[in-house]
Nanobody, 123 residues
Framework: QVQLVESGGGLVQAGGSLRLSCAAS????????MGWYRQATGKPRELVAT???????NYADSVKGRFTISRDNAKNTVYLEMNSLKPEDTAVYYC?????????????????WGQGTQVTVSS
């Protein structure tokens, strides 16, 4: 069983910074893409940033130049460095891991989500 544990959310003033972390535990063959998504109250969940196993990054236009996603494969952890935060960045942030398992010559891929961490940016 794989578990994702997020940390780093909180309350910050506009223009401030936060760093989110998400660590996976459990037995896995490999972790492919890792990502961050967010959901503001009354809105659908949206992609914030993703990073492939090869290090290729993709960002939502709304966070380009302000947010940086990174990963530490040795620690099965993904990070989201958020700078120049705006009130519209307020949301619950979720990490997402695309995990591959291997058993009996078979490979299976499963999507996992973190529990979510609240980020609130005051004006």
């Amino acid at each position: 069983q794989v578990q994702l544990v997020e940390s780093g959310g909180g309350l910050v003033q506009a223009g401030g910074s936060l760093r989110l972390s998400c660590a996976a535990s459990g037995s896995m063959f490999s972790i492919n893409a890792m990502g961050w998504y967010r959901q503001a109250t009354g809105k659908p969940r949206e992609l914030v940033a993703t990073i492939t196993s090869g290090g290729r990054r993709n960002y939502a236009d709304s966070v380009k130049g302000r947010f940086t996603i990174s990963r530490d494969n040795a620690k099965n952890t993904v990070y989201l460095e958020m700078n120049s935060l705006k009130p519209e960045d307020t949301a619950v942030y979720y990490c997402n891991f695309d995990v591959t398992f291997h058993s009996d010559s078979q490979y299976d891929t499963v999507d996992y989500w973190g529990q979510g961490t609240q980020v609130t940016v005051s004006s």
